[in-house]
């Protein structure tokens, strides 16, 4: 039987990539934007934390436009983790911090579950 080698795989650049919606939409749209409501405060509380803990070149923290989930938002999502946090305030940022990027682990309370993907497609179910 011939061995068929497996694909290489890339080592990731960072231990932890956290994506921040800063998203601004124009001030008619009647849509929400995390950009405004929230997103460059939690943008920049996460660098801070990165720097206070001298992760800088192993934690990355980068704004991006919409992430898909404008109705809970301000959101933010951890690679490699897959882990959602939305509607969430830099004063929450300390322990998720804390917890999953520090500790690789997640807060129940907080992390985005199937119930909150339900949730967001009720909304715009009635939108
Ligand atoms: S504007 Fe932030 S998820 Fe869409």
Wanted: neutral net charge; proline residues 6%; charged residues 25%.
């Amino acid at each position: 039987m011939t061995e068929i080698p497996l694909p290489m795989v890339p080592a990731a650049k960072f231990k932890k990539h956290i994506l921040i919606c800063t998203n601004e939409r124009s001030e008619g749209d009647s849509r929400r934007s995390c950009g405004r409501c929230g997103g460059h405060e939690l943008r920049m509380r996460l660098l801070a934390l990165i720097q206070e803990h001298g992760l800088k070149g192993q934690v990355r923290a980068n704004k991006t436009h919409c992430l898909d989930v404008c109705e809970l938002g301000p959101a933010i999502v951890i690679y490699p983790d897959n882990l959602w946090y939305v509607g969430i305030t830099p004063a929450d940022l300390d322990a998720i911090f804390a917890q999953s990027i520090l500790a690789d682990n997640y807060i129940p309370e907080q992390v985005a579950t199937d119930a909150t993907w339900e949730r967001l497609r009720q909304l715009r179910a009635k939108a």
